[in-house]
């Protein structure tokens, strides 16, 4: 009998902490919730009528397409703007993950990775101003007078890191105890132009080489993906190979754009857009060239190929000394990047 008694006593026991169990589940796990999946459009240059995919060359280009793709970060930050003013802040993996919202409370959300280098965050307790621009890089010498003299308001810059986006006007309600699944999309807001520099002559004097590409916008809105007015002189480094000078240029585009593929409707920049080449011959010499891509950027306001040819090093320029070796002084070809604290907070 005693026996019987206890069985019935744990089974009843049992069956008490079975229902507990259920009832802190429901209370604390179903709590409203939005299930945030990222999905990642690695993209690295729009198509405006160009039709570089179903033409491409990596032989002729010097990359793989798919190469060019820019990768999925590590990590992604939401902000969140409240209509009564409030300002929260999250992290996620680029996966995404469930977060806690309150019932029938009204916001909008900013999402963007945040692992990057060269990128300078603006204004991001603001909605409507938050934007990134690339950070500082100087260069000495004489070879970009005339750049900087075309774009004398213009900071010189390094190409900045690509940074993703997604903005959500209105974050739909969640009743008690429900999870709604949230797709996001994040965008990119950079993007890269394929550079060569194709000689006719000279090519074997070259031993370092270095480009500029003028008139580009100096930053971008994260809410609307519309470039800023302001324009921007970027620098970069070549590689040389195969009869060329060749880079891969990360750039914001053109300024003063309404990115179509966020929504907006294009406009036309006038430009001008210039590039830049300083090259390095064997015997120390420097020699630059400037170029008018005005038309290339036009037509490509999101990335694309930039290709410049007929550039000659002509054979007195390239001469070299008849004494037993030189020595190719690379002292004055460094630039100068500015080190900046990277504001990723209110």
Request: net charge negative; with cysteine.
């Amino acid at each position: 009998m005693r026996s019987s008694q206890f069985y019935i006593f744990a089974l009843v026991l049992v069956m008490s902490v079975t229902c507990v169990s259920c009832r802190k589940e429901l209370c604390y796990d179903h709590y409203p919730a939005m299930d945030v999946n990222f999905s990642w459009e690695q993209e690295w240059e729009r198509d405006y009528g160009m039709h570089h995919l179903s033409g491409w060359d990596s032989d002729q280009h010097g990359f793989d397409y798919d190469e060019l793709r820019p990768g999925v970060p590590e990590w992604v930050k939401m902000v969140r703007y409240f209509d009564d003013g409030r300002v929260t802040e999250r992290f996620f993996t680029p996966e995404g993950d469930k977060f806690e919202v309150d019932k029938n409370e009204v916001s909008s959300i900013l999402f963007y990775n945040g692992d990057t280098e060269y990128i300078i965050l603006s204004d991001v307790a603001s909605l409507h101003d938050v934007r990134a621009s690339a950070t500082t890089r100087t260069r000495s010498g004489a070879a970009m007078q005339e750049m900087q003299e075309m774009y004398q308001s213009s900071r010189t810059t390094n190409p900045p890191d690509v940074i993703y986006s997604a903005y959500i006007d209105h974050l739909p309600g969640v009743m008690m105890h429900e999870v709604k699944y949230l797709p996001v999309k994040m965008q990119p807001l950079v993007y890269t132009y394929v550079i060569s520099y194709e000689f006719e002559h000279g090519f074997e004097h070259v031993v370092l080489a270095r480009g500029a590409l003028g008139g580009m916008a100096e930053g971008v809105y994260l809410r609307s993906g519309t470039t800023t007015d302001d324009t921007s002189i970027i620098l970069f480094d070549c590689d040389i190979e195969s009869g060329a000078c060749r880079s891969r240029v990360r750039t914001f585009g053109m300024p003063s754009f309404p990115d179509s593929y966020f929504g907006r409707v294009t406009t036309e920049h006038s430009g001008p857009f210039s590039l830049n080449l300083e090259v390095k011959l064997k015997n120390g010499k420097n020699v630059d060239f400037n170029f008018d891509v005005t038309d290339q950027i036009k037509n490509q306001p999101r990335g694309g190929i930039i290709r410049v040819g007929g550039i000659r090093i002509e054979d007195e320029t390239a001469w070299e000394p008849t004494s037993s070796g030189f020595d190719v002084d690379v002292s004055d070809w460094n630039d100068n990047v500015e080190e900046i604290d990277i504001p990723i907070g209110k």
